[in-house]
């Protein structure tokens, strides 16, 4: 997933109540007649609300939520429910120079990466409590990645340059000399509630079993119920997603909120659909186009004032665009559909039409009319959707047995 750019304070902190507690969007238009009015038909435990600001990392913070999320499924009791993304994103971009550096630069290097990605990090290394690894080291109180992707990027293409003919033993220290330096030392050892942990005798102490968690996604072009990589340049460890038809994946969502999991979501989110004020559908062009008397001057109107136009006709519930599976892999295949963002769903709601949305926590901190939560339609979900994480379990019987997962 791609660098998306919000410019807002960063929230460090969280308490045990906070943790635990469902997130309150707004349920009420926001002071406008025929604005969106929502009512909640499941609601899902999801930890605080962060902000990724100035750093290309949704993909860590959407699957931290995430298994923040697993974690009070599991029954988690504590006050210290909230993981450091940074220690994540040391470990990655270490892991992602070592590659880059035997590929001969044939990789994308740069802060954006996928789900599988934080699983694997987790997995491999552990995790650590946000308080011991903020990630704020070079004078910032919220994350500005800029400076820190540009160096590292500087010096990993100075060595694929080989100036020595044989690349020394230093350059994985000096590596992690600009990690250390920009988001802190990993620590080895720290204590939670008098307890005594390494990273990964924390991550163990953790209710999750890493393994339990697949990757799901939906294309035309690839077979049916098998694995594939999916062919994003953040994807870089080449992580692989089960392809299954477009309702079954939608299917699986429904049935992951409705048995108690919630969802890690990616998606192109550069769509004029999806507005930084909390909502995101998929209108039907062809009938908010006026016809007839009108259509003359709809005609005689600049792109800007017909931008601006059909804006105030999409300030509430619209007809939207009947999304197929050929529509789909058209969109993306003519790059349209682009791997943008990563984001975490925690719920179903509803509209005053009737119409079914999702509920998604997202990283930009509390923007928009629901302070950083968002309402998906189900129409928007099947046509930008890259792929999503689930626990297996969160998959329908019939599906799971079609993809040969116990």
């Known amino acids: ?43 899902l435990p999801v930890t605080k609300v962060q902000n990724q600001a100035s750093s290309g990392t949704c993909w860590c913070f959407s699957t931290i939520s995430f298994l923040e999320s697993e974690m009070i499924r599991n029954g988690y009791k504590g006050d210290d429910l909230n993981l450091s993304e940074m220690f994540v994103i040391s470990h990655a971009y270490a892991d992602k120079a070592v590659k880059y550096i035997r590929v001969d630069g044939n990789l994308n290097f740069a802060g ?24 704020l080291n070079y004078g910032e109180t919220r994350h500005v990645h800029g400076e820190l992707d540009a160096v590292l990027k500087g010096y990993v293409s100075a ?25 802190g030392e990993i620590p080895q050892q720290f204590e939670v509630n008098g307890t005594q942990y390494s990273p990964k005798t924390y991550a163990e102490s953790l209710p999750i079993n ?74 039907d062009m062809e009938a908010l186009t006026p016809t007839g008397s009108d259509q003359a001057r709809w005609i005689g109107l600049s792109p800007q004032e017909k931008e601006k136009e059909l804006a105030q006709k999409t300030k509430g519930p619209v007809k939207e665009k009947v999304i197929t599976p050929e529509l789909r892999q058209q969109e993306y295949d003519s790059k349209l559909t682009t791997d943008d963002h990563g984001m975490h769903i925690y719920g179903i709601a509803e509209d005053q039409n009737g119409t079914k949305y999702f509920m998604v926590k997202n990283s930009w901190g509390e923007a928009g009319a629901y302070k950083g939560l968002w309402y998906v339609s189900e129409a928007f979900v099947r046509f930008k959707t890259m792929d999503i994480l689930v626990h297996k379990d969160a998959i329908p019987k019939e599906i799971r047995k079609k993809l040969g997962i116990k």
Do not use: C
């Open 1 to 43: 997933m791609k660098k998306i750019t919000v410019l807002l304070a960063a929230t460090l902190l969280i308490s045990l109540t906070a943790a635990a507690q469902p997130a309150q969007p707004a349920e009420k238009p926001q002071n406008e007649e025929g604005g969106f009015q929502f009512k909640t038909i499941k609601e």
């Open 112 to 135: 954006g990466s996928s789900f599988g990605d934080v699983l694997t990090v987790y997995k491999t290394y552990g995790a650590v409590p946000e308080t011991y690894m903020p990630g």
């Open 159 to 183: 060595l694929l340059k080989n100036p020595n003919r044989k690349l020394s033993t230093a350059w994985k220290n000096g590596f992690q000399g600009i990690l250390d330096a920009y988001l």
């Open 210 to 283: 890493i393994d339990d968690y697949i990757s799901i996604t939906s294309w035309e072009y690839m077979p049916y119920y098998k694995e594939f990589p999916m062919e994003v340049a953040d994807n870089w460890r080449w992580e692989l997603s089960y392809n299954v038809p477009l309702d079954e994946m939608i299917e699986i969502m429904y049935n992951a909120i409705d048995k108690g999991y919630t969802v890690a979501w990616a998606s192109d989110v550069s769509e004029k659909g999806f507005t930084r004020n909390g909502i995101a559908t998929v209108p």
